[in-house]
C-alpha cells in the first residue's frame, strides 16, 4: 500500500484516463424511495428539500489531477478547493476547480459538547457545531490496513433531491487491539485546577480518569503532572511507571480546585515539562485537560502555540484536549488542538471518560501518520457542483497537497476518518465520479505516502436505505448537524424523522453510540 510518490506523473495519467470517458447512456430515472428510505429525504425543519438552483458552472478544460507538488509553504484557510464555506448555510454554488483539500482531523469534543448540552435541554450555539466531529463519533466499516498509513474508501447514495447525492470518503488506519505493540508513551498531563474545575463533573472526573488511565498504562510509560491556575506548577516530573504507580496516584489525589485560569501559562509549562523530560523513541504528548475558560494571563491560541512552536516542531510533541465542564470553552481548546498537532474530545460523565481514557487509550497516544492532508478530484465530465460538509476550519490549499512543510493532521491506530460530500451529478452521466487522495508522514522517518481509492457513478446506491448501515448512520449524523446549525444539505430530514431513522439503525447496529444519537435527535426535536 501507500508508497513515497516520487514520480508524479502516474496519478495524472490515471485522471487523464478516466477523463476521456464519456457518458455512456442515460440512467434510468431514480427508484422510488422505500419508507424507510424516506426518513431521511425530508426537509430540516418545515418538510421541503432545499435544493439548490444555482447555474452550472462547470469547467470542461479537463480533468484536474492532484495539485503538483511545491517548495514553498501555503495558506490553510486558502478557499481554492471548489466551495462556499463562509458561513455553515451557504448555498451550494459550483465548483471552479473540482478539487477539495483538507486536513485530515479525529475531534470529536463538538459532538459531544452538543450531547451535554442537549440534555442540559438546550439547543448547542451553532457556531459550536462542526459537521466533521459528529460524523467522525461513530464506528465505521472501512477495511483496515496492516501498517502504518490508510485505507481508502469511497461510496456514495443516491437521495430523492434531483441529481444528488451523498459521497463518502473513509480513511482508516490499522487496528489498535494490542496494547503491547505501541512504542512506549511519555505523557504530560496539563490539568486545569482553576475555580471552575469545581464543578461536579470537571477536576474530580478528571482525576478518576487519570487513576484508572494510571493503572491501564505499562511500566515502560512515563507520566508527569502540571498544573495551572493563577500559574502553573510541575507536580510531578517525568516519571517511570515501573515501580512508581503509588506516587502518580498520590500526585492525582493532591489535586484541589484554587482561583483564576491561566490556560496560557499551564500549556507552556507543559510543554516544558515535556521537553525536559523527552524519551527517545517514544510517543511524546501533552494530555490538556480543562473546561477552556481562560481569563488570566495570555488567551490567545495563536500567540500560546508560538511560545512553544520550538518544542512542537524540534520534539514532535503532540496536544491532545480533554474538554470537560457544561460551559466549555469549545473554541479555544479546538484551535489549540488543531494547530498544536492534534485532536480533542469532550468527557461529560464516567462513561464518557472510561472511553477516552481507557478503551481509546491507543489510538489517543500513539501515532501511525504525522501531517496527513486528503484531496479529493471530482470530475467535471459527471459532477457539477459538490460541497465538503464541515472540515471549514481544516481547508489546506490545494497545492499544498504535496507541499510537507504544511501542516496537516496527526492520526493514530484505531482512528477512522470520515469526510461527507453533497455531489449534484449531470442529469444522466455515466462514468467516474471521484478520485479520493491521501497523503501522510511516517511518524518515525517523515518519509511521505499517499493511497488513492476511486468512485464511479454506477456504484452509488441507488438511495440512502439501500447503503451499509454505517453510511446510513454517517448520513443521519451529517444532517443533524446540519439542521443544529440550520443548514441547507439537499434532502435535509426533519428532526422527528431523523430521529426514527436513528432509533432503527441503534436496533439494527446494535450500538450504543448510535442510540445516544438517537436520543440526542429526541431532545433537539423537543426543542425545535
Same mark, same amino acid.
Given at each position: 500500500?501507500?508508497?513515497?510518490?516520487?514520480?508524479?506523473?502516474?496519478?495524472?495519467?490515471?485522471?487523464?484516463?478516466?477523463?476521456?470517458?464519456?457518458?455512456?447512456?442515460?440512467?434510468?430515472?431514480?427508484?422510488?424511495?422505500?419508507?424507510?428510505?424516506?426518513?431521511?429525504?425530508?426537509?430540516?425543519?418545515?418538510?421541503?428539500?432545499?435544493?439548490?438552483?444555482?447555474?452550472?458552472?462547470?469547467?470542461?478544460?479537463?480533468?484536474?489531477?492532484?495539485?503538483?507538488?511545491?517548495?514553498?509553504?501555503?495558506?490553510?484557510?486558502?478557499?481554492?478547493?471548489?466551495?462556499?464555506?463562509?458561513?455553515? +448555510? $451557504?448555498?451550494? /454554488?459550483?465548483? #471552479?476547480?473540482?478539487?477539495? @483539500? =483538507?486536513?485530515? !482531523? *479525529?475531534?470529536?469534543?463538538?459532538?459531544?459538547?452538543?450531547?451535554?448540552?442537549?440534555?442540559?435541554?438546550?439547543?448547542?450555539?451553532?457556531?459550536?457545531?462542526?459537521?466533521?466531529?459528529?460524523?467522525?463519533?461513530?464506528?465505521?466499516?472501512?477495511?483496515?490496513?496492516?501498517?502504518?498509513?490508510?485505507?481508502?474508501?469511497?461510496?456514495?447514495?443516491?437521495?430523492?433531491?434531483?441529481?444528488?447525492?451523498?459521497?463518502?470518503?473513509?480513511?482508516?488506519?490499522?487496528? +489498535? $487491539?494490542?496494547? /503491547?505493540?505501541? #512504542?512506549?508513551?511519555?505523557? @504530560? =498531563?496539563?490539568? !486545569? *485546577?482553576?475555580?471552575?474545575?469545581?464543578?461536579?463533573?470537571?477536576?474530580?472526573?478528571?482525576?478518576?480518569?487519570?487513576?484508572?488511565?494510571?493503572?491501564?498504562?505499562?511500566?515502560?510509560?512515563?507520566?508527569?503532572?502540571?498544573?495551572?491556575?493563577?500559574?502553573?506548577?510541575?507536580?510531578?516530573?517525568?516519571?517511570?511507571?515501573?515501580?512508581?504507580?503509588?506516587?502518580?496516584?498520590?500526585?492525582?489525589?493532591?489535586?484541589?480546585?484554587?482561583?483564576?485560569?491561566?490556560?496560557?501559562?499551564?500549556?507552556?509549562?507543559?510543554?516544558?515539562?515535556? @521537553?525536559?523530560?523527552?524519551?527517545?523513541?517514544?510517543?511524546?504528548?501533552?494530555?490538556?485537560?480543562?473546561?477552556?475558560?481562560?481569563?488570566?494571563?495570555?488567551?490567545?491560541?495563536?500567540?500560546?502555540?508560538?511560545?512553544?512552536?520550538?518544542?512542537?516542531?524540534?520534539?514532535?510533541?503532540?496536544?491532545?484536549?480533554?474538554?470537560?465542564?457544561?460551559?466549555?470553552?469549545?473554541?479555544?481548546?479546538?484551535?489549540?488542538?488543531?494547530?498544536?498537532?492534534?485532536?480533542?474530545?469532550?468527557?461529560?460523565?464516567?462513561?464518557?471518560?472510561?472511553?477516552?481514557?481507557?478503551?481509546?487509550?491507543?489510538?489517543?497516544?500513539?501515532?501511525?501518520?504525522?501531517?496527513?492532508?486528503?484531496?479529493?478530484?471530482?470530475?467535471?465530465?459527471?459532477?457539477?457542483?459538490?460541497?465538503?460538509?464541515?472540515?471549514?476550519?481544516?481547508?489546506?490549499?490545494?497545492?499544498?497537497?504535496?507541499?510537507?512543510?504544511?501542516?496537516?493532521?496527526?492520526?493514530?491506530?484505531?482512528?477512522?476518518?470520515?469526510?461527507?460530500?453533497?455531489?449534484?451529478?449531470?442529469?444522466?452521466?455515466?462514468?467516474?465520479?471521484?478520485?479520493?487522495?491521501?497523503?501522510?508522514?511516517?511518524?518515525?522517518?517523515?518519509?511521505?505516502?499517499?493511497?488513492?481509492?476511486?468512485?464511479?457513478?454506477?456504484?452509488?446506491?441507488?438511495?440512502?436505505?439501500?447503503?451499509?448501515?454505517?453510511?446510513?448512520?454517517?448520513?443521519?449524523?451529517?444532517?443533524?448537524?446540519?439542521?443544529?446549525?440550520?443548514?441547507?444539505?439537499?434532502?435535509?430530514?426533519?428532526?422527528?424523522?431523523?430521529?426514527?431513522?436513528?432509533?432503527?439503525?441503534?436496533?439494527?447496529?446494535?450500538?450504543?453510540?448510535?442510540?445516544?444519537?438517537?436520543?440526542?435527535?429526541?431532545?433537539?426535536?423537543?426543542?425545535?
Amino acid at each position: 500500500m501507500g508508497t513515497d510518490q516520487t514520480d508524479r506523473t502516474r496519478p495524472a495519467q490515471e485522471y487523464a484516463r478516466h477523463r476521456t470517458r464519456r457518458p455512456r447512456r442515460l440512467r434510468a430515472t431514480l427508484l422510488a424511495l422505500t419508507a424507510a428510505g424516506g426518513l431521511l429525504l425530508t426537509g430540516c425543519s418545515a418538510g421541503g428539500s432545499s435544493n439548490s438552483n444555482s447555474a452550472d458552472g462547470a469547467n470542461r478544460t479537463g480533468f484536474p489531477a492532484p495539485a503538483p507538488a511545491t517548495t514553498s509553504g501555503g495558506d490553510n484557510g486558502s478557499e481554492q478547493d471548489g466551495e462556499q464555506t463562509s458561513t455553515p +448555510a $451557504d448555498k451550494i /454554488a459550483p465548483s #471552479p476547480d473540482y478539487l477539495s @483539500t =483538507f486536513a485530515l !482531523d *479525529v475531534d470529536t469534543a463538538s459532538y459531544g459538547y452538543a450531547r451535554r448540552v442537549l440534555a442540559d435541554g438546550q439547543l448547542p450555539d451553532p457556531s459550536t457545531v462542526r459537521p466533521e466531529e459528529f460524523v467522525n463519533s461513530f464506528r465505521q466499516d472501512y477495511e483496515r490496513p496492516d501498517g502504518n498509513g490508510f485505507t481508502v474508501t469511497v461510496d456514495g447514495a443516491r437521495t430523492d433531491s434531483a441529481n444528488w447525492s451523498l459521497v463518502r470518503v473513509g480513511l482508516a488506519t490499522r487496528t +489498535a $487491539d494490542d496494547n /503491547a505493540e505501541r #512504542p512506549p508513551a511519555a505523557l @504530560t =498531563f496539563v490539568i !486545569d *485546577v482553576s475555580g471552575s474545575m469545581a464543578e461536579t463533573g470537571r477536576l474530580d472526573l478528571a482525576k478518576k480518569s487519570l487513576d484508572e488511565m494510571t493503572d491501564r498504562l505499562r511500566d515502560d510509560d512515563s507520566v508527569a503532572l502540571v498544573t495551572f491556575s493563577d500559574e502553573a506548577e510541575t507536580v510531578l516530573p517525568m516519571t517511570r511507571l515501573d515501580g512508581h504507580r503509588g506516587t502518580v496516584h498520590h500526585a492525582v489525589d493532591e489535586l484541589e480546585t484554587q482561583s483564576s485560569t491561566n490556560l496560557g501559562a499551564g500549556v507552556e509549562t507543559g510543554y516544558a515539562t515535556a @521537553t525536559e523530560g523527552l524519551r527517545e523513541g517514544a510517543t511524546n504528548r501533552v494530555v490538556l485537560i480543562s473546561d477552556g475558560l481562560a481569563n488570566t494571563g495570555d488567551t490567545n491560541a495563536d500567540s500560546i502555540l508560538e511560545r512553544i512552536s520550538n518544542e512542537r516542531r524540534d520534539h514532535g510533541i503532540t496536544l491532545f484536549g480533554v474538554g470537560v465542564g457544561s460551559d466549555y470553552g469549545d473554541a479555544l481548546m479546538e484551535k489549540l488542538a488543531d494547530k498544536g498537532d492534534g485532536h480533542t474530545a469532550y468527557v461529560s460523565d464516567d462513561a464518557d471518560a472510561r472511553k477516552v481514557f481507557v478503551d481509546q487509550l491507543p489510538q489517543n497516544i500513539d501515532l501511525t501518520a504525522r501531517d496527513a492532508k486528503a484531496q479529493v478530484a471530482f470530475d467535471p465530465e459527471t459532477v457539477a457542483q459538490f460541497r465538503l460538509i464541515g472540515y471549514e476550519d481544516r481547508k489546506v490549499a490545494d497545492d499544498d497537497f504535496r507541499n510537507d512543510n504544511v501542516d496537516g493532521g496527526e492520526i493514530g491506530p484505531g482512528h477512522t476518518v470520515t469526510a461527507l460530500y453533497a455531489v449534484r451529478t449531470r442529469p444522466g452521466a455515466d462514468g467516474h465520479l471521484a478520485t479520493a487522495s491521501v497523503r501522510w508522514l511516517d511518524p518515525d522517518t517523515r518519509a511521505p505516502h499517499e493511497e488513492s481509492g476511486q468512485l464511479e457513478t454506477d456504484a452509488l446506491h441507488d438511495s440512502l436505505s439501500s447503503a451499509s448501515p454505517r453510511f446510513q448512520v454517517t448520513a443521519v449524523a451529517a444532517y443533524f448537524a446540519d439542521c443544529l446549525r440550520s443548514g441547507d444539505l439537499p434532502g435535509d430530514p426533519g428532526l422527528d424523522e431523523l430521529a426514527d431513522r436513528a432509533h432503527a439503525l441503534a436496533k439494527q447496529t446494535e450500538d450504543k453510540d448510535v442510540q445516544q444519537l438517537a436520543e440526542a435527535i429526541d431532545e433537539a426535536s423537543r426543542m425545535n
